[in-house]
């Protein structure tokens, strides 16, 4: 990689930018004191985990919903989890939320209710890799480290004209080195915010705007006029699809839910009983299909409505069950297909009334 310009150049214009067009988020408000304009380590570590695979405009308002239920650490650390699943419910990523709840305890226990300042300290939470790690210790610390997300990544390969792909091993070992060498002494945390910023809202993977980017006069895909292929498309990838089958149960006015093991994907919340395709099931009436795609696989769930008659035997589960109204449902985490369901049956002539 080369460039041709100066770090105290990108540095300046970058922060210049910044300063007049950065976006007005709830988790940049600067903290208490009228000595500080760094955000709440707190508030940073939250939105850092919530906006793992998710856009900002999706966080916003789980953000705020968040915070005015669990406003510190020790609130979160001492919050039921089904209640901290049930804030986190629709944002995906479950896991995410047993991390952030499981990092809060262990601010509390080993760190005496701060936040670690120090990279090597923060990489030691639950959740907590090199690039949360590096945002919640520059951004709320203005500790002097790099970040790299899929918006910096992008940024620094266009302004170098780099054309590896940036997923691959060695074109990101180069560019987290490129992200350490590009840092200023002063305003780490506003620079790396900059830099992100940028990505999200200007130079984005397709159409960007380099008419208004502040870095146009160094990019060097600029010049060449190759920005529209930098970063390479994504390989195309055969995903697997997972079948199962969802039984909905009724007793009276009541489902039958079961709560999920306590490890996996949505580990600890609630579901219709599940059961693998290849099960055999008790007769029943179709409902319908639905199709849930995840990064790395597909689910495809067939929806029965079961006929608890003489010939009717529950499928065998180690997991809690319960018998729930459906307008109960919203008391527990739910996964989104299951979501799904319940509306479903609420819109299904063979629900019974609530
Ligand atoms: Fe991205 Fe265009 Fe700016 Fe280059 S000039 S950094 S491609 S927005």
């Known amino acids: ?56 405009a999706t966080v916003i308002p789980y953000f705020r919903r968040f915070l005015q239920a669990f406003p510190t650490v020790d609130k979160l650390a001492q919050a039921d989890t089904q209640q ?34 120090d990279l090597e300290t923060l990489l ?15 951004i709320a610390f203005d500790r002097r480290v790099p970040i790299l997300d899929g918006n910096v990544a992008r940024v620094l390969c266009r302004l170098d004209a780099v054309e590896s792909d940036p997923r691959e091993k060695t074109t990101l070992m180069k560019l987290w080195l490129k992200a350490g060498q590009i840092l200023p002494s002063k305003r780490v945390g506003d620079f790396n915010s900059a830099l992100m910023e940028l990505g999200a809202t200007v130079c984005t993977p397709r159409n960007p705007a380099c008419r208004r980017c502040p870095l146009q006069k160094m990019c060097q895909a600029f010049a ?40 996996g994907r949505w580990a600890g919340m609630w579901q219709f009983v599940t059961v693998e395709a290849s099960e ?15 990064t790395h696989r597909l689910y495809q769930f067939d929806v029965w409505l079961i006929s608890t008659g003489t010939s009717f035997s529950l499928p065998v589960s180690e997991n809690p069950r319960k018998w729930v109204k459906l307008a109960e449902l919203h008391q527990y ?15 299904s002539d063979h629900a019974p009334a609530v």
């Open 333 to 347: 985490p739910l996964p989104r297909p299951h979501q799904q369901v319940a509306a479903m049956l609420a819109k």
């Open 224 to 263: 060449k006029q190759i920005q529209d292929r930098i970063p390479p498309p994504r390989k195309a990838k055969t995903i697997p699809t997972c079948h199962r089958h969802v039984l909905c149960i009724c007793k009276g006015k009541r489902w039958l839910i079961e709560q999920r093991p306590a490890k």
């Open 280 to 294: 055999a099931i008790p007769p029943g009436k179709r409902l319908g299909q639905i199709k849930h795609a995840l």
């Open 1 to 56: 990689m080369f460039n041709l310009y100066t770090q105290s150049q990108l540095s300046r214009l970058l922060l210049k930018w910044y300063d007049c067009s950065r976006r007005d988020l709830p988790w940049r408000v600067p903290q208490g004191s009228a000595h500080s304009t760094r955000p709440d380590p707190y508030y940073v570590l939250v939105s850092e985990l919530m906006l793992q695979q998710t856009q900002v």
């Open 124 to 138: 030691k939470l639950p959740g907590v890799g090199r690039y949360t790690a590096g945002a919640i210790a520059s």
């Open 84 to 117: 901290v699943l049930r804030l986190w419910q629709g944002l995906g990523y479950y896991r995410r939320a047993n991390n952030l709840q499981a990092t809060a305890r262990a601010i509390i226990s080993e760190h005496h209710g701060k936040i670690p300042s």
